[in-house]
């Protein structure tokens, strides 16, 4: 990741980046196509008519779970400016994606929406953490305290979602036990803990050439789904979900476009 170097910039910048580069994925994404107490008040076995709804949908498209997080973070800022209801054709120019889109993505779950009044805010936000299985909080693993890694784990981003990331490993001895972002980083040798700490999701910031085999360490420790910011294909079982960015493909496709 030396690529993605970002200099030794104070913790704020990094958030800022990091940001940038939130903000920059989800806005690909769209082209194709309250607060943290909710969380808390929210448990495992809360299976309400949203998710069961979603059960009864096989073959929800990846492009609608792509889009979900989009409508979840822009209902909790509206629910967070004290907004009760939102028609689709609000949320729709918040978004820039079409009211047929987000009434359909919705009616997957079994919609939400009353006609003419549109979607109550609160009911919408507690909706889609239910269904991306947000309503409890989600823990991940970092691989790769370099600047990348560091970035991540400063990046207050992830919070709203109800994602935390709860360790963080390298292979650094130099960095094995110092304190990164309230987190003490952890030798690699410990992967292994994973699956008694109950982290399920893995992050790989890790360069390229180590991406691959940081992938089955984490497979067999039993996380259930990764991130991959490392510029390299990685090969899992067909169980485990993986999303790869790499934000170099991104900005290459750019120039292309400059008249
Ligand atoms: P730095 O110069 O601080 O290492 P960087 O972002 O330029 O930062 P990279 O070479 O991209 O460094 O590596 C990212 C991080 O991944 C580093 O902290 C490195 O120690 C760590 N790393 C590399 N290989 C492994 C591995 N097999 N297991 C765990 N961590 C690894």
Known sequence: MTALRIG?????????????????????????????NFINTWHKSN????????????????????????????????SK?????????????????????????????????????GYNVDRLVNHIREI?????IQKAAL???????????????FLPFGLE???????????????CNGLIVEDIERLGTLRKRDITLGIIAVPGDAAQNIANELVEAGIKAILNLAPRYIE???????????IALYLAR??????
């Not at 991306?132 to 409890?136: F, P, R, W």
């Not at 691989?143 to 981003?157: D, E, K, Q």
């Not at 899992?236 to 790869?244: G, L």
């Open 81 to 117: 400016s004290g907004a009760k209801c939102v028609s689709s054709a609000e949320l729709a120019s918040l978004l820039g994606v079409s009211p047929w889109q987000i009434r359909k993505d919705l009616s997957y779950f079994g919609g939400l929406g009353t006609r003419g009044v």
């Open 132 to 136: 991306l299985k947000l309503d409890v």
């Open 8 to 36: 030794q910039g104070s913790l704020e910048k990094r958030s800022v980046f990091i940001n940038m580069v939130m903000e920059g994925t989800i806005a690909h994404e769209r082209t194709q196509n309250k607060s943290d």
């Open 143 to 157: 691989v790769g305290v370099g600047n990348l890694g560091s970035a991540i784990l400063a990046f207050p981003g």
């Open 47 to 78: 299976i309400t008519a949203a998710r069961k709804a979603s059960m009864r949908y096989h073959k929800v498209p990846d492009e609608t779970i792509k889009r979900l997080p989009i409508y979840l973070r822009r209902a909790i800022q509206l």
């Open 165 to 179: 990331i709860a360790a963080a490993f390298d292979i650094d001895k130099r960095k094995v036990g110092k304190k």
């Open 254 to 259: 750019l120039p292309y476009y400059i008249p």
């Open 236 to 246: 899992v079982p067909k169980r485990i979900k993986v999303i790869t960015i790499d």
